[in-house]
């Protein structure tokens, strides 16, 4: 079965420290992955997402992060964070040949100044 | 350039009382619609998703339902809230190509049930 794991619940980086979120799917073929952010009370905006290609792909709020086939992962990485970065992350998995998405539980970020 | 819509924002009801909230999309025809609930510090919990008109997909049995029925158009209904159903609800779209394209979510209901 499909799913999608973030084994972080709540991470806590100082404000220019680097961040990297760890994601891990299970997926049958070769998956879409995606990363979404939320801020508190807000819906879900799109931060980067791979569909083929380049396995390092960029995304907005100078996100980027990287598919590795072997260790079936997606993990989300920024050199440098702000404290606009405290939010919800989430990784999705998609198929492409079916409609449906599973998303992770999702990871806190807090960031101190 | 599409955008996906979503009332009420709030809504605060009693146990047992009716539930309707709606979710249009413009700037685009045949999509995918899903509704997600996001429990206080949880995850998404995918709830129903529809690939066209009258077509509703139930992924958790409980006292929600869904409808569609127009193209752009998403209802998610209850006809007697439990005081589980409190959480936030995302609609969110999906261009209905028979695969698992980008979502794109509105910006969510939160309910309370007291």
């Known amino acids: 079965a499909q799913s999608v794991t973030q084994p972080d619940i709540h991470i806590t980086v100082s404000e220019g420290a680097s961040l990297e979120l760890r994601c891990n799917y299970s997926?049958?073929?070769?998956?879409?992955l995606f990363w979404y952010v939320q801020s508190p009370g807000q819906g879900l905006q799109l931060l980067l997402k791979?569909?083929?290609?380049?396995?390092l792909v960029q995304g907005i709020k100078g996100f980027e992060a990287e598919f590795k086939r072997s260790q079936s992962s997606f993990n989300l990485r920024k050199p440098s964070v702000h404290w606009s970065d405290a939010a919800e992350y989430f990784c999705?998995?998609?198929?492409?040949?079916?409609?449906?998405?599973?998303f992770g539980t999702g990871t806190s970020l807090t960031v101190i100044p | 350039s599409q955008t996906i819509h979503q009332w009420p924002a709030t809504l605060v009801q009693p146990v047992g009382s009716p539930l309707s909230l709606e979710c249009t999309v413009e700037?685009?025809?045949?999509?995918?619609l899903y509704w997600y609930r996001q429990a206080a510090g949880r995850g998404l919990q995918l709830l129903f998703y529809?690939?066209?008109?009258?077509?509703i997909s139930s992924e958790v049995p409980q006292n929600l339902s869904a409808s569609r029925p127009q193209d752009r158009q998403f209802i998610l209904s209850s006809k007697k809230l439990l005081l589980s159903d409190s959480g936030f609800y995302l609609c969110?779209?999906?261009?209905?190509?028979?695969?698992?394209?980008?979502?794109?979510f509105g910006p969510g209901t939160r309910l309370t049930v007291l």
């Open positions: 969110a779209w999906t261009q209905g190509t028979g695969r698992s394209d980008t979502q794109y």
């Open positions: 997926y049958g073929a070769t998956p879409y």
């Open positions: 791979y569909f083929s290609g380049d396995t």
């Open positions: 999705a998995v998609g198929a492409q040949t079916s409609n449906q998405f599973y």
């Open positions: 700037g685009t025809s045949n999509p995918n």
């Open positions: 529809s690939v066209g008109i009258g077509q």
